[in-house]
């Protein structure tokens, strides 16, 4: 008998991440809610269920007796991985409650900044709340959802209509009803990669992200990356130091880590950060 594992989201990084697993003696059963999805071909099998039902997503692991689930590279998935996992009470690298609470932007900025790691100053809103007063904030300003995948819904502002415009539609994207509005830093933006072993990050490489404002809705996309980034041994560094402040703050020992920021000269503000692989 083969080895099951379930892997959440048919994306294209996950055909590589299907690859992997057949090589290790795994039989791959994909889940993803839609009919042809990108990685189905290189799957055994493919079930079509929402990988963010992780009630059901249990409930297939169990029928199928399942080794392994796992989620390489999509937030909201790695969610119902950690949770499936755990329910089975086989090994996960962070438990399924620190996978829910890093998915959401906004606890994510209040442990940084109560932890002193490096970022930019923030608001966080909920959806029938009051715009809170930004008069200490300067324009530019990001508005984001709080629990959005990638860049869904990641506007930037450059005056107080935009804002309230671009807040109200990250509102309605965010499954929890609720947004980011941040000052916008400028300098290089970078991702940092990085393992975590035993809490501590080993910075593997970084990479520049070119950005681009998009038509009329002023959606920021990056459309490429270059990687080395062109940044100081000194902010390599820095990025390692961060690295490991939020592996501690946030309670991931032993996990791959990457994360966003603005370089500028030797510092480094953080944007976001996830435990996991990232997509691009």
């Given amino acids: 008998m083969e080895k099951v594992a379930l892997v959440l989201g048919g994306t294209v990084p996950h055909m590589e991440l299907i690859l992997q697993l057949k ?8 889940i993803d809610y839609l009919e042809n999805p990108p990685a189905a071909d290189a799957a055994d099998e493919h079930i079509v269920e929402s990988t963010l039902d992780k009630e059901k997503v249990l409930e297939i692991a169990v029928e199928r007796k399942v080794e392994l689930v796992i989620s390489g ?3 909201q998935a790695n969610i119902s991985a950690c949770y499936a996992m755990e329910k089975l009470g086989k090994y996960v690298p962070y438990s399924y409650e620190i996978a829910r609470k890093v998915t959401n932007k906004g606890y994510m900025k209040e442990v940084m900044f109560r932890e002193g790691i490096p970022t930019s100053k923030y608001v966080y809103v909920e959806r029938g709340q009051e715009v809170p007063d930004m008069s200490n904030m300067r324009y530019p300003l990001m508005v984001k959802p709080a629990d959005s995948n990638s860049a869904n819904g990641v506007k930037r502002a450059n005056n107080k209509e935009e804002m309230e415009k671009y807040l109200s539609e990250a509102l309605k994207i965010s499954r929890n009803g609720r947004g980011i509005v941040e000052e916008f830093v400028e300098g290089m933006e970078i991702s940092a990669y990085c393992f975590i072993i035993d809490g501590r990050a ?4 970084t990479a520049e992200r070119v950005s681009v404002t998009e038509g009329n809705e002023k959606v920021i996309k990056c459309y490429a990356s270059v990687a080395p980034a062109r940044i100081s041994e000194k902010a390599k560094e820095n990025a390692e130091k961060i690295a490991t402040q939020i592996a ?3 309670n991931i020992y032993n996990s791959p880590l990457f994360f966003q920021g603005i370089v500028r000269g030797d510092d480094i503000f953080v944007i976001e950060f996830a435990p996991r692989v990232a997509g691009g």
Avoid at 23 to 30: C, D, E, Q, S, V
Avoid at 202 to 205: D, G, K, Y
């Fill in 23 to 30: 090589n290790r003696g795994y039989y791959t059963i994909l």
């Fill in 73 to 75: 590279c999509v937030d």
């Fill in 202 to 205: 080993h910075l593997l490489m």
């Fill in 248 to 250: 501690q703050a946030f």
